[in-house]
């Protein structure tokens, strides 16, 4: 979990000394886990000194809301399609600065939400195994011509940005669900 640019800032300093220690050349890849409002808000900031990012939804929900999902006196606040939370995931799409961003957490594989994370930009879903086959077949029914706006009234967006030329692609791998950027399929 990253909060701070600095945070992120530091670990990369760190891998690189230790890799400088070691003699290794090709650095693995280095991701930030965005669950802060705050992390949200500076992901330009962050992302600046990451290979890609991770979004969890359960805590950035939680930590938004200023709820708990097992806490039962302020349960009733845990919204993770609240406005402000969607909000928020935009924000992070538009200034992840080209990175690579994943959704995690469960509402990555939520049927009734996966269009309006579509919407905003989002193109890789971690989600569990058994939930590939029915994720797979929900991407592939969605008109992308006719999109709900849910997003953009959301936003303040009149397009959408998911605009793919061939819906039926979807590569699965190791419980993710990965849309390119631009469409278009990639393998099979």
Do not use: W
Request: glycine share 10%.
């Amino acid at each position: 979990m990253v909060t701070l640019e600095r945070d992120m800032q530091q670990m990369r300093e760190l891998l690189v000394a230790v890799a400088h220690e070691m003699d290794i050349e090709n650095l693995p890849s280095l991701g930030a886990m965005i669950e802060t409002p705050a992390a949200a808000l500076t992901v330009g900031q962050i992302a600046r000194h990451a290979d890609f990012l991770s979004v969890g939804t359960n805590d950035l929900t939680q930590y938004t809301m200023v709820a708990g999902r097992d806490n039962a006196t302020v349960s009733g606040y845990y919204e993770d399609t609240h406005p402000s939370m969607l909000r928020l995931l935009g924000i992070i799409i538009a200034e992840a600065s080209g990175k690579p961003v994943t959704i995690c957490g469960e509402m990555a594989g939520r049927e009734d939400v996966i269009p309006t994370l579509l919407e905003i930009g989002f193109r890789a879903l971690s989600i569990s195994p058994p939930l590939i086959p029915t994720t797979k077949e929900l991407i592939r029914s969605i008109d992308t011509r006719n999109p709900s706006g849910r997003s953009g009234a959301i936003l303040g967006i009149t397009q959408p940005t998911f605009r793919p030329q061939n819906t039926s692609c979807i590569l699965l791998g190791g419980g993710v669900g990965f849309f390119p950027p631009d469409g278009r399929c990639t393998s099979s």
